[in-house]
């Protein structure tokens, strides 16, 4: 993995919490931009992803990314908190934050749902 989970808690509300490390190292930030290395937002996005997924210990598919704000550039070697909460009016939407220290990097919605395989049979 290309990150590093230190911890994960989560709340009687289901609320979703996951310390994260990005190493300065990390493929993410080859190239994306040389000499200044910023974390892309599909990796953000990615590890909020991770993160759900984890939790509800279950294979997910994203349905749909809503109101996508990148707020604040996340730099090798920062220390991240991924904060996820259901959405109570929409099953298996959850609105996310990535903070740097106390500050939002990144935040919107993310729809996830059960992966389900294909039994194709020959």
Not at 1 to 6: I, P
Not at 9 to 20: G, H, M, P, Q
Not at 21 to 34: A, K
């Amino acid at each position: 993995m290309w990150y590093m989970l230190k911890e994960m808690k989560r709340s009687a509300e289901n609320e979703i919490s996951v310390d994260i490390h990005v190493p300065s190292d990390s493929p993410w930030f080859d190239g994306h931009f040389p000499g200044e290395p910023i974390l892309p937002g599909v990796a953000q996005i990615g590890m909020v992803i991770d993160a759900i997924r984890q939790a509800q210990n279950q294979d997910l598919k994203v349905s749909g990314v809503r109101r996508v704000r990148f707020k604040r550039i996340i730099r090798p070697d920062d220390q991240l908190k991924i904060i996820a909460a259901p959405l109570k009016q929409n099953t298996g939407a959850y609105s996310f934050r990535i903070m740097v220290e106390d500050e939002a990097a990144c935040s919107g919605v993310v729809m996830v749902e059960e992966f389900k395989k294909m039994n194709i049979e020959h």
